[in-house]
């Protein structure tokens, strides 16, 4: 699926989204496990944080904000994107395909939680070689994915969503090769098949 027709399904729900997820703990536990090895790097104090698929922004923007940090989020749903600016106008959102977003901007650190497994599976290898790129040296990189190589349409809320992923072994490759340390990976909902890694930059 193209990510502006990804877009307007995420604009049809952006409501509804925000008001189950805003105070939602789902992802807090891993975020904060992720945000552990930042805060032990001597002389770290806040820093640059990017969160790619932000949707209204919410639960991560206030963990992030309340650890130091100064929000990027991009989202492709414009709607999104509004809501997060309501939410939270002291950062930074932007209404972007991160398949197309380019920045010089480096980041401490990096969200992208359930978030990349929307992206059309030739985007996955680029994207993640992208993000890893825009990280400074020991930033860290926490994101999702889905355990098997491929793709699949599911249907949620009466609409036709698109997902994929390159899997476990891949992903995995790809942080190597982009200089990339591991430090977790972890099927976190079993028997469900969804992953979360963190990395970090050497």
């Given at each position: 699926?193209?990510?502006?027709?990804?877009?307007?399904?995420?604009?049809?729900?952006?409501?509804?989204?925000?008001?189950?997820?805003?105070?939602?703990?789902?992802?807090?536990?891993?975020?904060?496990?992720?945000?552990?090895?930042?805060?032990?790097?001597?002389?770290?104090?806040?820093?640059?944080?990017?969160?790619?698929?932000?949707?209204?922004?919410?639960?991560?923007?206030?963990?992030?904000?309340?650890?130091?940090?100064?929000?990027?989020?991009?989202?492709?749903?414009?709607?999104?994107?509004?809501?997060?600016?309501?939410?939270?106008?002291?950062?930074?959102?932007?209404?972007?395909?991160?398949?197309?977003?380019?920045?010089?901007?480096?980041?401490?650190?990096?969200?992208?939680?359930?978030?990349?497994?929307?992206?059309?599976?030739?985007?996955?290898?680029?994207?993640?070689?992208?993000?890893?790129?825009?990280?400074?040296p020991g930033g860290i990189f926490v994101y999702t994915f889905g355990d098997d190589d491929g793709w699949h349409t599911d249907t949620w809320l009466e609409?036709?969503?698109?997902?994929?992923?390159?899997?476990?072994?891949?992903?995995?490759?790809?942080?190597?090769?982009?200089?990339m340390a591991i430090k977790h990976v972890e099927l976190d909902q079993y028997p469900e098949k969804h992953v979360y890694i963190i990395a970090s930059k050497?």
């Amino acid at each position: 699926m193209a990510p502006k027709e990804l877009g307007k399904q995420y604009d049809r729900i952006a409501q509804w989204w925000h008001e189950q997820h805003q105070n939602s703990q789902y992802g807090l536990v891993q975020c904060e496990r992720a945000l552990r090895l930042v805060a032990d790097q001597e002389g770290f104090s806040g820093g640059a944080a990017l969160d790619v698929g932000c949707g209204a922004g919410g639960r991560f923007v206030r963990m992030l904000e309340e650890k130091g940090f100064v929000i990027t989020g991009l989202d492709v749903s414009a709607e999104m994107i509004r809501l997060a600016k309501e939410q939270h106008p002291q950062h930074h959102f932007y209404h972007q395909d991160i398949c197309d977003w380019q920045t010089e901007e480096r980041f401490d650190f990096i969200l992208a939680w359930d978030s990349l497994f929307c992206l059309p599976y030739e985007q996955q290898l680029p994207v993640l070689e992208k993000l890893c790129a825009c990280l400074n040296p020991g930033g860290i990189f926490v994101y999702t994915f889905g355990d098997d190589d491929g793709w699949h349409t599911d249907t949620w809320l009466e609409d036709e969503f698109y997902y994929s992923s390159i899997g476990i072994e891949r992903n995995i490759q790809c942080l190597l090769g982009q200089g990339m340390a591991i430090k977790h990976v972890e099927l976190d909902q079993y028997p469900e098949k969804h992953v979360y890694i963190i990395a970090s930059k050497i």
